[in-house]
């Protein structure tokens, strides 16, 4: 309520395009599947779900899924666990994250978009309210941050509960909260702070959010995950092509180089979880004024570069194999 400022500045971080692209979740997972899709091995199973691991002693040695046609089994040499922060193959695998906990839950929705709204995409902080509006182009993806466990007690106060911190929050979409209908419009995210100790078995490895839930905070789990994927990638394709089980020294070898970056940016969520996000959720609270560090030249590379391209950038260095025009 005191004004603007820049959290980070991405126009001005080093890169051959010179811009940073803001995808959503589903226009880059099929840009990933096609890509994939040029390669004759890969194979992509739609509608099914993973239900456990096959064991040999040990060792992992594939995984037990189920679709529509009913439960199947999948020999593999490595068995990679990318199935979320709920991950059923985790679980399976007997590894327990840490839990390092969240003060919040967040309630995500859309709303469309009008002429004459905001074209950033930006955080909104009040007393006792705290709201993300993303620029989707024709819609706004919307999340508003609600205390840990809170979304019962909201829910049972009607939607016009709801409605009004979000027309308070924005006005600029006062004209439109009518559309949010009920709370089935509305998807609530169950924030998790945690990370694995272990991240792998034989046979097995977990990435992304399975080996380290993120908060939504800074909006780079994501980013985190993708990483993940292309350091396994670098340092396991030669190995898999060339047959045979992958030693676990190999796997510790990839949770060390991705561990760096997992607790620099879970202890920064954390400072803000508890320095920002707590205080301005309490009733009547207020969160403590932000530095804009975007106007200290050397201060401001810092989130900058932390948001836009992370604590350690990963890129593809294996062979494209594929035989395939791009």
Request: hydrophobic share 45%; proline share 7%; with cysteine.
């Amino acid at each position: 309520d005191e004004g603007e400022l820049t959290l980070a500045d991405l126009s001005k971080l080093p890169g051959r395009f010179g811009y940073i692209a803001f995808a959503p979740q589903w226009d880059f997972l099929d840009l990933i599947t096609t890509a994939a899709s040029r390669y004759p091995t890969f194979r992509l199973l739609m509608e099914a779900e993973a239900t456990g691991l096959i064991r040999e002693g040990n060792a992992v040695r594939g995984l037990k899924y189920r679709d529509k046609e009913g439960e199947h089994e999948l020999r593999a040499t490595l068995t990679v666990a990318a199935d979320g922060r709920h991950s059923v193959l985790r679980r399976a695998a007997g590894l327990v994250p840490r839990e390092l906990g969240a003060p919040m839950d967040v309630l995500w929705f859309r709303l469309p978009r009008a002429c004459g709204d905001p074209d950033d995409t930006f955080l909104r902080i009040s007393a006792g309210h705290l709201m993300v509006a993303i620029n989707r182009e024709t819609y706004w993806q919307l999340a508003y941050v609600i205390p840990k466990g809170g979304f019962d007690r909201l829910r049972g106060q009607g939607i016009d509960a709801f409605r009004e911190p979000v027309a308070r929050l924005l006005p600029f979409l006062r004209d439109r909260v009518g559309q949010i209908a009920g709370y089935d419009d509305v998807s609530v995210l169950t924030v998790a702070l945690n990370r694995l100790v272990r991240w792998h078995r034989d046979g097995f490895l977990c990435i992304g959010d399975a080996a380290h839930a993120m908060s939504p905070v800074f909006g780079v789990g994501i980013n985190l995950a993708v990483q993940d994927a292309v350091a396994a990638a670098n340092l396991l394709a030669a190995p898999l092509r060339a047959g045979g089980p992958i030693p676990e020294s190999t796997l510790r070898a990839l949770q060390r180089r991705r561990t760096l970056p997992t607790v620099v940016t879970q202890f920064a969520q954390r400072a803000v979880q508890d320095r920002v996000i707590s205080p301005a959720l309490e009733r009547g609270g207020r969160p403590p004024r932000i530095p804009d560090l975007s106007k200290i030249p050397l201060l401001g590379a810092i989130p900058r570069r932390f948001v836009g391209l992370g604590i350690r950038p990963e890129h593809v260095r294996t062979p494209d194999t594929s035989g395939r025009p791009a």
